[in-house]
């Protein structure tokens, strides 16, 4: 698939900046494009486009996008950059953008893992409408060779301030419906945020540390067993910090039906520690314990998964030097 034009048919088309090439950044620069939204891929290489091969289902089609180079100051108007960099990657990866965003009010979306980059990014960005699109899409990459879309599941679109008016968050809403990827506009996307960490440290841990699909944790009789010790703890600090009742059998489902529409995929955590790249755990796992701490909660679990996941697969266990 060719990267649409700025105009078809003397209609101006409107222009997403993705920003970061990984797996999630390419699943949405093809369904955009697909929706007739012309796309930008925000890059450290100085190269006017970039090329990608999509497998769906049987499917092989080759995705081209433009491309420019994120520090480039001529950065042209855009109408929302979605941000799909990994957790830890957001803030400098925005930073050398910092300016031009802030002169052009693009609206900023997050898509990353996790909780703690929103305050992030309001901290570059104080008066920048910014919003979070969490989803549960699965995709891989192949050895390296194509991209393999494994499983679609819902996106929740929402904010944690009042930065974004309404017409402008319908606006964003009605380009993402239009990519035929099922989309929710919520006022709520905190508790849909806490579902999906829960999911996170759940699924991503488990295969990450077992360097399994996530489909093979659902016949694992030991992953059951620990699922429900991580939703035990982690249910008790979303309460505290939702002040509202979650019910553990609701999110214990979520985790199954995520990992079954996901079972082919690797979840980013175990391709992270597959490749010996940095992880998220910080923004997973680790945020939870922090959470846990301030709440004074026991949480063992989450903590010894958190202290595992900290090393990459093929570390050594030598102790280090105090």
């Known amino acids: 698939m060719a990267s649409t034009s700025q105009t078809e048919n003397g209609r101006n088309l409107p222009k997403w900046g993705i920003l970061g090439a990984g ?29 990608c091969i999509i497998q769906k289902d049987k499917i092989f089609e080759n995705c081209r996008t433009s491309a420019m180079k994120s520090d480039n100051p001529s950065l042209p108007n855009l109408e929302a950059l979605l941000v799909a960099t990994k957790a830890y990657s957001v803030r400098s990866a ?34 920048q ?41 319908n606006i964003l809403f009605k380009r993402l ?16 945020l806490w579902g999906k960490l829960l999911v996170n440290c759940s699924i991503n841990s488990l295969s990450a540390l077992w360097l399994c699909r996530n489909g093979d944790l659902l016949d694992n009789p030991n992953s059951k067993q620990i699922w429900k010790r991580i939703v035990h703890e982690g249910v008790e600090v ?10 553990p059998l609701e999110i214990l489902s979520l985790i199954d039906q995520v990992a079954y529409k996901t079972s082919a995929n690797y979840s980013s955590m175990c391709e992270d520690r597959r490749r010996n ?44 030097p105090n």
């Open 94 to 127: 925005l930073l050398p953008l910092q300016e031009t965003l802030i002169k052009k009010q693009i609206p900023i979306v997050l898509l990353q893992n996790g909780l703690g980059v929103f305050e992030e990014v309001r901290e570059l960005f104080p008066e």
């Open 177 to 192: 419906e239009a990519t035929g990827l099922p989309v929710v506009l919520t006022d709520n996307i905190l508790k849909q």
């Open 238 to 247: 979303m309460r505290l910090e939702l002040q509202q009742e979650v019910e």
């Open 23 to 51: 797996a999630m950044g390419w699943l949405w620069t093809y369904y955009l494009q697909r929706a007739k939204i012309d796309t930008l891929l925000l890059q450290r290489q100085n190269t006017s486009s970039r090329e």
């Open 129 to 169: 409408p910014i919003l979070i699109l969490s989803t549960s899409n699965g995709a891989y990459w192949h050895e390296s060779a194509f991209l393999k879309i494994t499983g679609i599941g819902s996106s929740y679109l929402g904010t944690l301030d009042n930065s974004v008016p309404t017409s402008l968050k």
């Open 277 to 320: 790249r940095p992880n998220e755990v910080d923004y997973i796992l680790g945020y939870l314990v922090r959470k846990a701490h301030h709440h004074d909660l026991s949480v063992p679990t989450l903590e010894t998964l958190a202290e595992l996941l900290k090393f990459p697969e093929n570390s050594s266990l030598e102790q280090t």
